[in-house]
Each structure stands twice: as C-alpha cells, then as structure tokens.
Nanobody, 126 residues
Framework: QLIESGGGSVQAGSSLTLSCTTN????????VGWFRQAPGEEREFVAA????????YYVDSVKGRFTISRDNAKNTVDLRMDNLKPEDTAVYYC?????????????????????WGQGTQVTVSS
C-alpha cells in the first residue's frame, strides 16, 4: 500500500512537493513512478526513479520543472513540481515495482508497477 501526500490547489507558477511512502512494506529495492490522470483523460506517466536514485525519467512536458528524488533510509520518494501550469491539474498517483529493463519505455509503462496509491489531487489555476 502506497500513500501519497502533498497535493493541493495553487496558482500557476507555484511549486508543490508530493511525497510517497509505504504502509509497512519498504520499497527501497523498487523503482517508483509517478503518474497522473486528468478528468476524462487516460493515466499519464510523469516521472520515475530507479531503486538507487541513480536513474530518473521524465515525460517531456515536465522536464526542467519537476524533479523526482528518493530517500531509502526514510522510505520516501518525492516529486518536486516547480512552475506549475494549469495543464498539470490532475490526480497524481505513486507506484512501485521491479522494472527489469532500464529504458524509458519500461519505466513509463503502468504495467511495470505492482503497487499503487490512492492518489492526491493537484489543481493549478491560472
């Protein structure tokens, strides 16, 4: 069970940091991905990080604005979101899994992740 926190309602240009942790099970050996889903849209990959934190992946629309990081000692993965835009409005989901192949296509695929959180709402107004 993954637990997200840190969502909220902000103005465009603001920053938010989402956090993901687990309820009991540690995920220090797992890749962790953030996905988002806007109303009426399919779930979209946002960012992912490998188990050590040495490899990160981002969808083009958030490169340079979002930063994913992890602290395995604290069992947390954060998604720092800067310069937020109205199009970033969505429910953000944290996920974890053992992604076997270190490629963008694998890390960005929801099917590679076994565990999911309930989501946290991010709303950005113009």
């Amino acid at each position: 069970q993954l637990i997200e926190s840190g969502g909220g309602s902000v103005q465009a240009g603001s920053s938010l940091t989402l956090s993901c942790t687990t309820n009991g099970r540690a995920f220090s050996n797992d890749a962790v991905g953030w996905f988002r889903q806007a109303p009426g849209e399919e779930r979209e990959f946002v960012a992912a990080i490998n188990w050590s934190g040495g490899m990160t992946y981002y969808v083009d629309s958030v490169k340079g604005r979002f930063t994913i990081s992890r602290d395995n000692a604290k069992n947390t993965v954060d998604l720092r979101m800067d310069n937020l835009k109205p199009e970033d409005t969505a429910v953000y989901y944290c996920s974890s899994g053992r992604v076997a192949v270190p490629t963008y296509s694998r890390y960005s695929s929801p099917s590679e992740y076994n565990f999911w959180g309930q989501g946290t709402q991010v709303t950005v107004s113009s």
